[in-house]
């Protein structure tokens, strides 16, 4: 995906779209139990993704696409794979699913499963609705 319009205008910033993220920045407590090291292959696997395919379909009114990547270690050996299902409704609602798959058992914990991307620079007003101070 490279362009999400609102209006006229691309909300995406420079067409990036988004892109399967396995990795945070440590804590404090992270480095005093060396996530940074045990758990490193997550962050190859975020920077060694491959895209495999990429498929549309409608489904009642709703258009889909699905975007498969495989997910590579410092060595290039697929690890995992990820997969990526947005579903276009009428009313301009998407919904994005996520299917996380391990190929290998000895794979250390994953520090995080997500999705990254920017928005355009215009956006500059937000609202945050997760928990904060009481």
Known sequence: ?????????????????????????PTDN??????????????????????????????????????????KDENQKNIAAFQIVYSFAGDGTITV????NKLLTDLPETPRIGLNFQISKSFDQMTWYGKGPL
């Open 1 to 25: 995906m490279n362009e999400l319009s609102y209006g006229q205008d691309n909300i995406l910033y420079n067409g990036q779209g988004p892109s399967p993220n396995f990795w945070r920045a």
């Open 30 to 71: 992270d480095f005093g139990n060396n996530l940074q090291k045990r758990c490193q292959v997550w962050r190859y696997a975020t920077k060694n993704r491959y895209l495999r395919t990429i498929s549309a379909s409608m489904k009642g009114n709703n258009a889909e696409v699905t975007v498969l990547y495989d997910l």
């Open 97 to 100: 699913q996520n299917e996380y």
